[in-house]
Each structure stands twice: as structure tokens, then as C-alpha cells.
């Protein structure tokens, strides 16, 4: 990593051959204190991704991946070092304007949907457009038909089946059009058929508009498909 004082506060804009990194982890330590206990998850962990890339991270359970993609989002900020998203230190804008860089440029799928129950799929899709201030009914249609729920747009999370439910949180993370898409074990509460199918329409919906992905996943298979694939041992990176 470059020294920091050589990263301007301004936005970075990737030159033509996308060469500058969409996402970077600098030294990030994560720490919890529960009592008298405390427990070190990220132990400075770093690394760089690269516009379009899809990178699986891999972990047994309690390794710290949920902590990472949490901290990458904007959603926990590290105990220590750096997250860069777009060339830009996450942590050091103000909050409001980490709120805009979450909105506009990352969609975070979760491993239990975390759908509002009481919106139709539809409603849940135009969740992130509403609170960019928007409201493109038009778009949402869309991305519904792109991940074969035409037929389901005015069905609520509970009439839906889990692949389904998680195909509509696919939706909503790609509402803003974000150029990153975080994806936290999407396929761990479905069955593996299911899984592959939405681990599937993940990738493709990635690939065709390039965008860049990170997934974590148990699955070493699924994890093949990737472009690259980190691994996370004990708060830090093995690969
Ligand atoms: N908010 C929290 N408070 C205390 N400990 C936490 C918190 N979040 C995570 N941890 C602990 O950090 C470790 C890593 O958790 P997590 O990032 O969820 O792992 P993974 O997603 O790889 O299973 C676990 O031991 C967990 O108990
Ligand atoms: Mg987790």
C-alpha cells in the first residue's frame, strides 16, 4: 500500500485499463470486548480488489468473514486501519457522505434475505432507490423478470420460498445500479440445488454489467467459479 498521506481525500478515478482498485482492505484489525474477554477477529487483514473482479472469501465459521464484509460496507468501522473504497478512506468521510457512497455504489445481499416482511418483492426491490430519494417502479419490474420472479412482484416475503426470497434480496442489492455487490453467505440457508441456482444468477447478473463482487461462501466448489479466492484463518489472510 501506498503511504497514506500520498492518497488524495478526493475521489480517485479509475484510469482507462481500471488498474486502481474498487475496494481495499489496509491493515484492518477488528476487535470485540465482551466483559472481561477480548477477542480479536481481524488481526490486519489487507487486500485489494480490482473493478469487475469476483472474489470468493472463504473461513471456517467464526473466522471473521461477517466481521470483514461488514467493515469493507461502511457498516462497522475497523478498530484500526484502513478501508478504501473507490480510492477514497470510508471511514474518514463524514457520515453522511458514507451513507451516499453505501447507497449509491455497494448492494449487500445477507444470508437470512433480511427482507421486509411486510413489502411486497416489489416494495423491497425500490427500498434502496427510496431512500437514494428515487423510486423507478420501471427498474424494479426488471430486476425481478432478471432473476425469474415476474410472476411473484406483488407476493410478501413469507408467500415466498428461500431461493425465491433470496433471488428478490439479489434484486434490491442491484436497485442502485452499485458498481460492488457484498454478498454474505447468500446460499448457506438453501439447498444445494437452490444454492447453485442462485449462486448462478449471482455471478451472471455480476458478469454481464461487469460489476464487482464479493461473496462469502462455505462451499470450496462454488468458490471455484470465481476469479480469485481469499481465505481467512484465524484474523488474517492465507490466500
Ligand atoms: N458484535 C459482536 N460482538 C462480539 N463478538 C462478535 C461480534 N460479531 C462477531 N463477533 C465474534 O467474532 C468472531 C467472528 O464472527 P464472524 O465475523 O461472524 O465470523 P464468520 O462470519 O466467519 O462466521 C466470532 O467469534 C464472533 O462471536
Ligand atoms: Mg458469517
Redesign the pocket.
Known sequence: MPAAESTPAAAVPAPAGGEAPIVVADDVHRT?H?GANR?D?LKGVSFEIQAGERVFLC??????????LYTLAGLEKPNLGRVLIDGRSLYQLSRREQAKVRNRRMGYVFQNYSLLPELTALENVMVPAMIGGRSDRGRAEHLLEHVGLADRIGHLPPELSGGEQQRVAIARALMNDPAMIFA?EPTGNLDSKTGAEVMDILLNVVAEEKRTLLV?THDTVLAKSGDRRLE?VDGLLVS
Open positions: 470485540f465482551i477477542i477477529v473461513g471456517a465459521s467464526g473466522a471473521g468473514k461477517t466481521s470483514l454474505d462469502v481467512l
